[in-house]
């Protein structure tokens, strides 16, 4: 079992940058997929970014591509997104998630963190 825990949302201009940190307990963390997801008011949750286990080549959404950064410490057990440039549209409930090596989904979910971009 993997527990997750967000932190880092708040309130923030447009333009303006946060960091949000997921820390997880429990498992291997270093040889999970980790991602971050969010749902906006009304809205279906979506896929953000996310990392391997070996770091390489990170993939994001085409909506945050060059605005967002996904990094993990593995040392530290979590996992970050960089957000820069935020705009209104990425207000959000943001999540982090675990898709551990033997699954194609992800299967441990965080509580989400609020994140609001005032224009």
């Known amino acids: 079992q993997v527990q997750l825990v967000e932190s880092g949302g708040g309130l923030v201009q447009a333009g303006g940058s946060l960091r949000l940190s997921c820390a997880a307990s429990g498992g291997p963390f270093s040889m999970y997929t980790l991602g971050w997801f969010r749902r906006a008011p009304g809205k279906e949750r979506e896929f953000v970014a996310a990392?391997?286990?070996?770091?390489?080549?990170?993939y994001y959404a085409d909506s945050v591509k060059g605005r967002f950064t996904i990094s993990r410490d593995n040392a530290k057990k979590t996992v970050y997104l960089q957000m820069n440039s935020l705009k209104p549209e990425d207000t959000a409930v943001y999540y982090c998630?675990?898709?551990?090596?033997?699954?194609?989904?992800?299967?441990?979910w965080g509580q989400g963190t609020q994140v609001t971009v005032s224009s």
């Open positions: 990392i391997s286990e070996t770091r390489i080549s990170p």
């Open positions: 998630a675990v898709r551990p090596a033997s699954s194609y989904e992800y299967v441990y």
